[in-house]
């Protein structure tokens, strides 16, 4: 039986323990360690305060009052982000009670040893969906399906230097993940990666081998292992050529129902052409062979895509991957697909936020540029132990003006369940403007369209839900440590089945002072 409040009461005092370990002797040695407590208090009014179907909404007044902390650091041999808060909430969902809710981002690095040794830890605290039915967008509605997710992660990984003949990485992670609703396992996750590559003293030859091995040890549930290693060989023939062999094994343990996974031994063989620094192109043959072409026609363009079709591995078949970059002086494009095999916990500690609750500037009072530090994820798979082929494209844009941004997000992702045969195909849409007109005001304007739909092979329904979410207001400095902000907000679901259909309207005026 899982005890939720001691394992969220556990991670959140092991994350604030390894700040106090580590930060007080740099605060002082450094002085270039900021830490900045705040108040944020709101007033919210909704007309459909439980989320209900057409013609059954109730209004209700949501107070929320929520004391949090921010800290930025950067020394030479420690960096930091943590942002903490402590959410209260009175008549969330229109209960009449006072809920509370731990919310946290954090990461760090310290060097122990330099050029040698490191340390980085990490942790978040937050409250998710755990299904894909009834999307929530944050606990003002109150709890129903949702789950507070917690991680906490230790990586030590040690850099050694063979003079001029080996260059080398050796990194063990312990990552906890901890959920308190749906069907998702307490998972320890512990994994290591060694890797050893040549030194300039190797000019015709080059070489380098790799280990990976990474264990999903589930409370609940059966446990996950992705095991892999190889090692390459490559001889410069001159500028243009060169020729490679590689090898390896894999040796993955879960439970599946299909055949993308194969375990084995595998090799390629194959050779790189690159004419110039604009342009090359690898190919290799065997039981797994692929096609790598690197495009870079001018400086700020960079596009790589390859196509994989493999006899061994987790993922068997053919498989793509691209990744494309533009960068001019005001904007950036990006570009990229990619298939692989993952768990639900491993999605979980790869999207924990990075970074502090006002970026890099602990004086920024109130950035809508990063309104959801502890929002919910709505693109999750559900919360289930399994293990899933993941396929996702995505396409992003950014322009800065300076006092104007603006940004866009097209994606669309499926997710091939192993176990229960099920296929989630998720796709939507989002984008935001910030304008700071004056000095001290500053207006936005966000939108997110999603739908998610649930596919079954095995004579039970199907399921598809939309979500649309728009919101405008403005941001006010109203003296040097206090702002204001005045929101308007619009939610609607969309599904087949009548109970998960909802509009709310809902205005948010709110004061957040720091000290």
């Known amino acids: 039986m899982k005890n939720p409040g001691k394992n969220n009461r556990r991670i959140l005092i092991a994350s604030l323990g390894v700040y106090c370990i580590f930060s007080p002797s740099h605060v002082a040695w450094a002085l270039n360690i ?50 903490y808060r402590l959410q209260g909430l009175y008549n969330a969902g229109g209960t009449s009670d006072i809920d509370i809710n731990h919310q946290l981002n954090y990461n760090s690095n310290y060097v122990v040893a330099p050029g040698r040794l490191f ?207 533009y960068v001019t002086r005001r904007s950036v494009w990006g570009v990229t ?13 790869e999207q924990q936020l990075q970074g502090g609750l006002f970026g890099n500037d602990p004086n920024n009072l109130n950035n809508p540029n990063n309104p959801n530090l502890f929002g919910r994820n709505l693109g999750l798979p559900l919360f289930i132990d399994e293990v899933f082929v993941r396929k996702r494209a995505e396409i992003s844009y950014s322009y800065n003006t300076g006092k104007s941004v603006l940004s866009a997000q097209a994606f669309t992702e499926t997710r091939d369940y192993q176990v229960q045969t099920t296929q989630d195909e998720v796709y939507g849409i989002s984008g935001s403007w910030f304008w700071q007109y004056s000095p001290k005001m500053t207006t936005f304007l966000r939108t997110n369209w999603q739908n998610t739909d649930a596919n079954t092979v095995a004579n039970q329904p199907s399921s598809s839900n939309q979500l649309i979410d728009a919101s405008i207001g403005l941001s006010r400095v109203l003296g040097r440590n206090i702002s204001g902000n005045l929101e308007y907000r619009y939610f609607k679901q969309m ?17 957040s002072a720091f000290f």
């Open 119 to 325: 340390l980085d830890t990490r942790s978040s605290m937050s409250q998710q969906n755990i299904n894909n039915n009834r999307l929530i967008t944050d606990n003002v509605v109150g709890s129903e399906n949702t789950s507070t997710v917690t991680t906490f992660g230790l990586s030590p990984y040690w850099t050694p230097h063979f003079s001029n003949y080996a260059n080398g990485i050796a990194r063990v992670s312990y990552d906890r993940v901890t959920s308190d609703g749906g069907e998702l396992s307490d998972t320890d996750n512990i994994s290591q990666n060694i890797g050893l590559t040549s030194g300039r003293y190797f000019s015709k030859i080059n070489w380098s081998g790799n280990f990976n091995n990474e264990m999903n040890q589930r409370a609940d549930g059966d446990d996950v292992n992705f095991q892999s290693s190889s090692g390459l060989i490559q001889y410069n023939l001159n500028r243009l050529f060169s020729v490679f062999a590689q090898g390896g094994h894999s040796n993955n343990d879960f439970e599946t129902t299909t055949d993308t996974n194969q375990n084995g031994f595998f090799y390629t063989f194959g050779g790189t052409w690159q004419p110039s620094r604009i342009f090359s192109l690898s190919a290799g043959g065997g039981n797994n062979s692929f096609v790598t072409v690197y495009v870079a026609p001018i400086q700020r363009l960079q596009w790589t895509t390859t196509y994989r079709n493999n006899d061994i591995g987790t993922n068997t078949g053919s498989v793509w991957q691209t990744n494309l970059r």
């Open 337 to 349: 697909y990619n298939e692989d095999t993952t768990t639900v916990q491993q999605v979980i500690l």
């Open 34 to 83: 900021t830490a900045r407590p705040s108040m944020t208090v709101n007033e919210i009014y909704s007309d459909n305060i439980s989320l209900a179907p057409s013609g059954s909404e109730k209004s209700a007044f949501v107070t929320e009052v929520s004391p949090g902390l921010s800290v930025f650091g950067l020394a030479p041999r420690y960096r930091l982000n943590l942002d």
């Open 495 to 511: 599904s087949d089945d009548a109970e998960n259909e909802y509009d709310e309207n809902r205005i948010t005026l709110g004061l």
